[in-house]
């Protein structure tokens, strides 16, 4: 199969923790079809599980809340971008506290993101006025090398 990089793809999904494996193994069958290596899929299917959950779990106040996952892959890597419709104010601060936690730093209130930050090259998160939050991981390939 000949694909052409890069492309995006964008999924969408309710606010339910039931969706996710699903939504992270379709990320990883899309990466493997890329002809990124298992490992690149494994631990980019960990970081989409983190953030889905983190999604779900602390950014959906609504039971039809919704959950979008951008992705766009390059030759070089991929960048996920995962947005939810906003917590209440405490997951909100909870979340910036998480995000200003150095990597050094031990906490248990890191809401996953010391995994993320380990697998990938940036995590940026973004809260606007609404509180909608939208964080965007990029990864790069390791095997870069091996494919030219």
Do not use: W
């Not at 983190?54 to 991929?78: F, M, P, Q, S, W």
């Amino acid at each position: 199969m000949n694909i052409q990089l890069p492309y995006k793809f964008e999924l969408s999904f309710p606010g339910d923790i039931e969706y996710i494996p699903a939504i992270r193994k379709f990320v990883s069958e899309v990466l493997l079809v890329s002809q990124f290596s298992p490992k690149f899929a494994y631990r980019s299917e960990i970081i989409v599980d983190e953030i889905c959950n983190n999604a779900v779990n602390y950014g959906c106040k609504t039971e039809d809340a919704r959950i979008d996952l951008i992705c766009n892959v390059y030759e070089d890597g991929i960048d996920f971008t995962v947005k939810d419709p906003g917590g209440d104010h405490h997951h909100i601060e909870r979340l910036k506290n998480a995000v200003s936690i150095q990597s050094d730093e031990k906490s248990d209130k890191g809401l996953g993101l010391e995994i993320v930050r380990m697998l990938s090259e940036s995590l940026n998160v973004v809260i606007d006025e609404q509180n909608l939050t939208s964080v965007r991981i990029v990864r790069k390939r390791e095997d870069i090398s091996q494919n030219n």
